[in-house]
């Protein structure tokens, strides 16, 4: 009831903003919990290797106009990354915590040199027919692409 009450207020007060603020249910999460999340749930959760490549792209997004220029904000892109990445829950254990760690080395500077400029990835072992994506990487059961 209370948590009701609360949403209440906070999307009452955005309105009285004058559409000032946009509500997301996900405003409340850190850059470290989003990239902890899109790396626990995009790469082989043993995998410290395709956790980094993974949170290399992210920040590649984060680094590029035509991406939003925030982690959360790029996470939470619609049909980016996989669906429920900001709200399914995780199991506690050595690969969350795997996550958290590379996320916070990630945040802290750290890339995978082998993704170099690619904002891009997929399931690795799927091909595709377009001449436009160039492979530089797989990892931990991606393959990270540029698109030229």
Same mark, same amino acid.
């Given at each position: ?21 946009? $509500? ?11 990239? @902890? ?32 220029? @925030? ?9 980016? $990354? ?17 996550? /958290?760690?590379?996320?916070? /080395?990630?945040?802290?500077?750290? /890339? #995978?040199? %082998? ?6 990835? #997929? @399931? ?9 994506? #160039?492979?530089?990487?797989?990892? %931990? ?8």
């Amino acid at each position: 009831m209370f948590r009701a009450l609360a949403l209440a207020a906070t999307v009452a007060g955005a309105s009285l903003l004058g559409g000032c603020a946009i $509500f997301s249910p996900f405003a409340m999460l850190s850059p470290t919990e989003c990239m @902890t999340r899109v790396m626990y749930f995009e790469s082989n959760r043993s995998s410290a290797e395709g956790m980094l490549a993974v949170g290399t792209v992210v920040m590649n997004r984060v680094n590029d106009r035509k991406f939003p220029n @925030t982690v959360c904000g790029v996470v939470g892109q619609s049909n980016q $990354f996989a669906p429920g990445v900001l709200w399914k829950s995780m199991k506690e254990g050595r690969s969350q915590a795997l996550a /958290r760690q590379m996320a916070s /080395r990630v945040l802290a500077g750290e /890339r #995978h040199p %082998g993704v170099r400029d690619a904002k891009f990835f #997929h @399931t690795q072992g799927y091909s595709f027919p377009y001449t436009n994506m #160039h492979y530089v990487l797989n990892a %931990g059961g991606n393959s990270f692409y540029e698109k030229w």
